[in-house]
């Protein structure tokens, strides 16, 4: 969504997506490939004023066009600026912007897509993203009401929970009268869970994004699979391009299926096949012509149904082909012996393996941080070897990423501090030996065993509440707070007994599928009394998280 | 032809006074002077006309609305010799009066005087003219005075005398100079049109934002037109111009001639035009005398007049009220006033005194040097209930109330009546209605009491109408009261809202009142009080003889409970009249930094904008600060206070990341942090294309990370540097591509290529671990497939990876007889696996069972297949059983 160009065609608007690092250099092509006298620049600032050199003389050029530029998202006085300095911000017939804070991805979930959101606040201390934060939440409430309590774990939440009671000073007197939706916010640092993105994700979507990544909600696959079958034709034309699926709940048969245990998702398809199988049958005992009629009603329902089983078959196919691989078998059960605390201060041999034969960089860079934020740090001399190891390995350009790691206290020498881990997952019960991937009864589920911290504290938080589990949130970083917004008298909630309290998550860092499954799991639990509605800078995996955070120098080759 | 009636008219209706009364003479309202209530206590201000000709003419609408006249003021002025030889101009909507007496006059000896007043004659500003000489006033729709000089210059004044700006009209108009100005109104604000001396016409549509537009000629147009107007049709202006008896438009691109539908022949000129408040309606006054009104587009006739009068008049203005189905225009000469409906009979008063015309939205407002007088059509309530002899449901509900206010059992009579035809929620709706067109308190108040008194008998009926009306007229009465001066008709407030109330009381100063009635109406706080508070403030900065503290305390006493106050515009206008101290003192009040950064900039107070911008959070805020310090301060005082700012600092340098460099490693200097210097110049090392450059830049950092103390990071730059020269070495000596590579990619190239000693010789040199060397060396030789010396390798010594390895990087690379060479060496613990990597059931199962090893066995069970390995099976689940039972 960082970039998109909008074109006037005729009253039609489309919006081309570009990939956000290519940047100004496309979306000149594709200015120059329209016919239309009205060209719209989306821009992100950001990426802008990074990228404005090779960008703007080239728009210039392709005078006299009309150029409008609107900016994303949100109007950036730097950015004009340097439009200023370069002398053609006078050639834009039209400079606005185009507010876009909290983007809804699906019922229950926003996300505002900042990629870099996480890298900006703990490494560059640069928290732009978080003011759009809180202008997204100040925009949400503006919609659905005030939200009378904040709750917050972490120095980001720290900051955005005080520019929200800022901003709603500023806006005070323009309130708007709505009965708020929301009861709760809480907003969760990252850092507070570092543990959580760097695991495997267990569930269908989230193992859908480990491995083939959705982007926007779209994910590509190989063809192979997605192969018409035709007789006769022996497979000759494959198709090449990879296949494009668009993932959400809307798709019936995707929205039962993608919070599962990826062990339960076998099951739960060759039921629905079933389903499917003999709704076909029904037409052998539709006899009148009422019920024949009625049969060729659902024809077409029925026949989604059956080419996204067919789709999420081939999906389920895919995955199941990695994860019964000996590799993926290996390297789980390292990190599930370092998230129960296994030799986790001693160099592991998985690891070292793993880098004497060179496997991808982020899948080392994951398990040696992982090792590190279940041991509260590493000893010295294992961190240097595993540096040492690394750098030799894959090249000494990455000390800066290392460099990053540490910063971000992914990666970290062991103080002389006790390492409290093992205290933390005690108390918040983030290992569940007997997890049930088929029938959960609780979100150890997500990852087949971890419960994931971040949700461990949302559920504290909405029951017995924060007050019991004092002494761990001190051992986590950051501050922990609660604040009070006023809601205009008359306008208190009323709860029906039997109504759930609505709470929205805020993660400020990114937030997991597995993550997502798990609060939609406790929403739909049938004691909780609680629903929760996801929100994030952006939605991440370890693989993006890490990568995101990476420094390779080259990239700014010419 | 006028007929008074006296107010016992109304009175002496009653049940037996049923039948109509022959005398067709109608009554409309009968209104008490409020200023000289001592000379007539009834005394009639109405005209009432009966123009039913005969019996058989009677079902026909009358052809003569009825129009009345109300005296709104006696006006406070005390004007010598009336409004003779001054340029007057009147604001609608009740809105102030201009004066310019002796606008002529050029010697500087006596100066014009500009005069501004309310509509009640109370002086508001007096001031001698001083500029060229003017050719026209005109209000705005936001209260300012235009003065449109000889040059084309307009100067704008608000209504207390105060200058705010001027602009011109162009060059053609200075130089031709302005002949006729005329000021008009539209949606999109208040425009000018001037006829220039070269007789074309200029035009701009909203002088807040100007467009000037000259309009193309009109053809055979030799002097001054006989007279011109300005239309607003389609969305434009346009004017409308008589030469003699032809008549054109005037649009943007063409003059069209047009001729109106119907206009008696006789006329030979055009002599007179006016366009209703609307923009909807025309009239016409020709040379003949005839009065011609139709629609603007001029597509309908609406009636005809002769007003049997010749000579060219002084002012003519539509007099029509919204929704009515009759034209009404009203004609001035001098002491005399014409009604002219449809019908061929006018209505003619009598003028002691020069007079103006104010057209409003439903009637005209009569300005002499005197007086200040509504004419108007009788709004339709009104007729309805004070007619004589009137039957309609409000009438007799308000006879009921009188009777009942006399205890009379006639009350329930009356009431009955009108219940009987079910009309009651029809005679309250009535009597409110008509309670909002009176101007008079005491009538409102009858009405109203009869009103609240029929609802009683009423259930349902929706008390919205009668609250909003009692509402609006409590506002009404005070903003009409002598002392403010603002004569609104309740159809022009609903017209003009009471947001625009509120800004007229507001730019009269009359903050009190406007809080008034902010609080009485409940308007929301930070469109009403809040606003009027703001105003307040705004005008409160600008008083000179009070100290900063005293100000800034009573502002911010006053606006401390108003919500959303912005306090920057405040501190804006108190910087603005020179005092920048004031204006800090006000912004600390100001709860949003956004709005305070920018104007503290403009004061120079760059420091306390810093932190404002990096309170409010937003970056970008930060960022227009950081670039406006870095272009005002020299750099060493930017650095210093950009230290002081972590955040700010944190900004800048990702600024510089991307766009300066150099400043970022003089800002690493400054702060003597040579870890990042180090990790610059090791960034800097690979966009580097030459080698010697490249190691001269690590060596930088590797000096940098020393002094860092960061021995890990610089002990690696120097294994880099060390890598590089080998990498060169090489290159240089066996032509073999490898700087740039890592060290593993490196050895494993050298292995790859047989330069085996060399790789050895990096494995000692940066001291690779054994493990990792034996993968490296293992993999490179079955990629090469060089199984003779990876056999050699093997033998070595012995494996610090153990034999696994060796058997499965063989069979990975489809060579089993290789792989079952390691096998025997493989340990205990590991022999299943290797068994099973080769593809050996046997061997597999032998070394399962003898380790009796119950995980082990069933991972042979389950790589059996039942056809060919029977026996084995067999063997392997008694074992199991063996197993389990131990």
């Known amino acids: 969504i960082c970039f998109a160009l909008l074109c006037h065609r005729t009253k039609l608007i489309l919006i081309l997506e570009c990939q956000a690092t290519k940047t100004c250099r496309k979306y000149v092509d594709l200015a120059t490939n329209t016919d239309n006298a009205n060209v719209k620049v989306l821009i992100d600032p950001k990426q802008f004023s990074r990228n404005e050199a090779n960008g703007i003389i080239i728009i210039d050029k392709l005078q006299p066009r009309d150029f409008h530029i609107l900016f994303v998202p949100r109007r950036s006085l730097l950015c004009e600026q340097r439009l200023k300095e370069k002398g053609v911000l006078n050639s834009f017939t039209n400079i606005d912007e185009y507010i876009l804070d909290l983007i809804p991805y699906d019922g229950d979930l926003l996300s505002m897509e900042s990629e870099s959101s996480f890298r900006e606040c703990y490494l560059e201390n640069d928290q732009t993203s978080l003011y759009h934060a809180a202008k997204g939440l100040m925009t949400l409430q503006a919609l659905y009401g005030t939200i009378p309590q904040i709750f917050g774990k972490g120095e980001c939440a720290r900051h955005v929970a005080n520019m929200m009671l800022r901003m709603k000073r500023e806006f005070a007197g323009s309130q708007t009268q709505i009965l708020p939706v929301f009861d709760t916010l809480l907003l969760l640092d990252r850092n507070v869970d570092l543990l959580t993105p760097l695991a495997t994700q267990l569930t269908y979507e989230g193992l859908i994004d480990e491995i083939f990544g959705i982007t926007n909600g779209y994910v590509k696959l190989p063809p192979e699979k997605f192969a018409q079958k035709k007789q006769g034709e022996g497979g000759k034309e494959l198709p090449t391009e990879p296949k494009k699926l668009q993932l959400n709940s809307a798709e019936e048969l995707y929205a039962e299926i993608r919070d599962k245990n990826f062990n339960a998702v076998g099951a739960a398809l060759s039921k629905k096949a079933k389903i499917i199988s003999a709704a076909f049958e029904e037409r052998h005992n539709a006899k009148t012509v009422g019920e024949i009629k009625q049969f060729v009603s659902q024809l077409p329902h029925m026949q989604a149904a059956r080419s996204s089983l067919a789709n999420h078959t081939s999906i389920a196919e895919l995955i199941k082909d990695i994860t019964t691989s000996e590799d993926f078998f290996d390297s789980l059960t390292v990190e599930q012996e370092f998230m129960t605390g296994v030799d986790t201060d001693k160099v592991s041999t998985y690891i070292e393996d793993c880098i004497a034969q060179k496997d991808p960089l982020i899948k080392i860079l994951r398990l040696v941080c992982m090792q590190s934020v279940c041991n509260n740090g590493l000893k010295q001399k294992v961190l240097d070897y595993y540096k040492k190891e690394i750098l030799q390995t894959y090249g000494y350009k990455h000390i800066l990423t290392l460099k990053n790691l540490e910063r971000v206290g992914l990666l970290k020498p062991q103080s002389t501090m006790r390492n409290n881990y093992p205290t933390i997952r005690k108390t918040l019960k983030l290992w569940m030996e007997d997890a049930n991937e088929q029938n959960p009864n609780d979100i150890s589920y997500v990852y087949s065993g971890y419960a994931p911290l971040s949700v461990r504290l949302t559920q504290v938080l909405a029951r017995p509440g924060w007050r019991s589990i004092e002494e761990v949130l001190k051992m986590l970083p950051g501050p922990h707070f609660e604040e009070r917004q006023q809601v205009p008298t008359g306008l208190h909630k009323k709860r029906q007994p039997g109504e759930n309290r609505t709470i929205l998550v805020f993660f400020l860092g990114g937030v997991t599928y597995a993550e997502i499954a798990a609060l939609r799991f406790l929403s739909n639990m049938e004691d909780s009394g609680t629903e929760y509605i996801i929100a994030a800078t952006k939605l991440i995996n370890g693989t993006s998280w890490i990568k995101s955070l990476m420094d390779s120098p080259e990239e700014n080759l010419p | ?886």
């Open chain 2, 1 to 886: 032809m006028t007929t008074l009636e006296d107010g016992t008219g109304v009175c002496s209706k009653g049940p037996g006074n049923r039948e109509r009364s022959s005398l067709r003479l109608q009554q409309a309202f009968i209104t008490q002077n409020e200023a000289d209530s001592s000379v007539t206590v009834w005394q009639s201000h109405l005209i009432c006309l009966n123009f039913f000709k005969t019996s058989s003419q009677a079902r026909r609408r009358p052809c003569f609305s009825l129009n009345r006249k109300i005296e709104l003021y006696e006006m406070g002025w005390n004007l010598k010799d009336g409004l003779r030889e001054c340029l007057v101009a009147a604001a609608p909507y009740g809105g102030p009066i201009s004066l310019l007496k002796g606008h002529n006059r050029r010697s500087p000896s006596a100066r014009p005087q500009l005069e501004i007043y309310s509509s009640s004659g109370l002086p508001l500003a007096s001031f001698p003219w001083k500029s060229g000489v003017v050719k026209q006033l005109g209000w705005t729709v936001s209260d300012d005075l235009l003065c449109v000089q000889e040059d084309g210059t307009v100067l704008v004044y608000d209504l207390l005398g105060g200058f705010k700006r001027h602009f011109s009209m162009g060059n053609e108009v200075s130089q031709s100079q302005v002949l006729e100005t005329k000021i008009f109104h539209s949606p999109y604000g208040t425009g000018v049109a001037i006829l220039t001396g070269a007789l074309r016409f200029t035009l701009a549509t909203n002088i807040d934002d100007i467009k000037l537009r000259r309009l193309p000629e009109v053809p055979g147009l030799q002097g001054a037109p006989s007279c011109w107007a300005v239309l607003t049709q389609d969305r434009q202006s346009k004017v409308l111009v008589a030469n003699g008896s032809h008549l054109f438009i005037l649009d943007n691109t063409a003059c069209t001639p047009v001729t109106p539908p119907g206009l008696s022949p006789q006329a030979s000129s055009i002599v007179h035009m006016c366009v209703s408040f609307s923009y909807k309606y025309l009239a016409l006054l020709t040379d003949s005398g005839h009065v011609w009104m139709g629609t603007s587009n001029l597509k309908e006739k609406l009636s005809e007049v002769d007003t049997k009068i010749k000579t060219p008049p002084k002012q003519m203005a539509w007099c029509r009220r919204p929704k009515s189905q009759q034209p009404s225009a009203v004609v001035m000469w001098d002491g005399l006033l014409i009604v002219v409906g449809e019908c061929k009979e006018t209505i003619q008063y009598h003028l002691d005194d020069d007079s103006i015309l104010v057209p409003e939205l439903d009637g005209v407002r009569i300005i002499s040097g005197t007086h200040h007088e509504l004419l108007q059509e009788v709004p339709g309530a009104c007729e309805e209930i004070f007619k004589i002899a009137s039957m309609a449901p409000g009438a007799l509900l308000l006879e009921a109330h009188k009777e009942y206010e006399k205890e009379s059992q006639k009350a329930d009579e009356y009431l009955r009546e009108i219940k009987e035809q079910s009309l009651l929620s029809e005679a309250v709706r009535q009597c409110v209605e008509a309670a909002g067109h009176e101007h008079e308190p005491e009538t409102q108040k009858t009405l109203l009491r009869a009103a609240s008194f029929g609802k009683c008998f009423l259930s349902n009926f929706p008390p919205e109408q009668f609250v909003s009306m009692c509402r609006d007229l409590r506002v009404l009465n005070a903003v009409r009261d002598y002392t403010v001066g603002i004569p609104l008709t309740h159809t022009q407030f609903k017209q003009m809202t009471v947001q625009v109330l509120i800004d007229r009381l507001v730019y009269r100063k009359l903050y009190p009142l406007a809080i008034e009635i902010c609080r009485y109406l409940k308007t929301p706080e930070y469109q009403g009080v809040s606003r009027v508070l703001k105003h307040w403030a705004c005008y409160k900065v600008q008083q000179k003889e009070e100290s900063d503290e005293v100000i800034a305390k009573a502002v911010s006493v006053k606006l401390a409970d108003a919500a959303g106050i912005f306090y920057s515009e405040i501190a804006t206008k108190a910087y603005e009249s020179g005092r920048t101290e004031l204006a800090i003192k006000l912004l600390e009040f100001e709860p949003r930094s956004g709005e305070q950064v920018p104007l503290l900039l403009k004061m120079k107070k760059s420091p306390l904008a810093l932190s404002k911008a990096i309170e409010s959070g937003d970056t970008d805020l930060v960022y227009t600060v950081v670039m406006y310090l870095k272009n005002e301060l020299n750099r060493g005082d930017f650095f210093m206070m950009l230290r002081n700012q972590p955040v700010a600092l944190s900004l800048y340098k990702q600024f510089c990341k991307h766009q300066e460099q150099d400043t970022l490693k003089d800002l690493f200097n400054q702060d003597d942090d040579h870890e990042e210097l180090g990790n610059l110049y090791v960034k800097a090392s690979y966009k580097e294309q030459r080698l010697e450059a490249r190691i001269a830049l690590l060596q930088s950092a590797v000096d940098e990370y020393y002094k860092a103390k960061n021995e890990f990071s610089a002990k690696t730059t120097e294994d880099e540097m060390r890598l590089l020269r080998f990498q060169r070495k090489l290159e240089e000596e066996k032509g073999e591509l490898l700087v740039g590579f890592s060290l593993h990619d490196t050895m494993t190239t050298l292995l790859s290529v047989g330069l085996h000693k060399h790789a050895e010789q990096l494995y000692k040199d940066f001291r690779v671990p054994d493990k990792r060397f034996w993968w490296l060396k293992l993999k490179s030789l079955a990629e090469k497939e060089d199984w003779e010396e990876l056999e050699k390798f093997g033998k070595s010594k012995k494996s610090p990876i153990g034999y696994l390895p060796f058997v499965e990087v063989c069979i990975k690379h489809h060579n089993k007889y290789e792989a079952k060479k390691y096998v025997s060496k493989v340990t205990p613990e590991q022999k299943v696996k290797a068994h099973l990597a080769v593809g050996d059931m046997e061997g597999a199962a032998e070394a399962a069972i003898e380790r009796r090893n119950e995980s082990e066995i069933s991972t042979v069970l389950s790589r059996c297949s039942a056809t060919t390995d029977h026996l084995l099976m067999e063997r392997l689940n008694r074992a199991k059983a063996t197993a389990v039972k131990k």
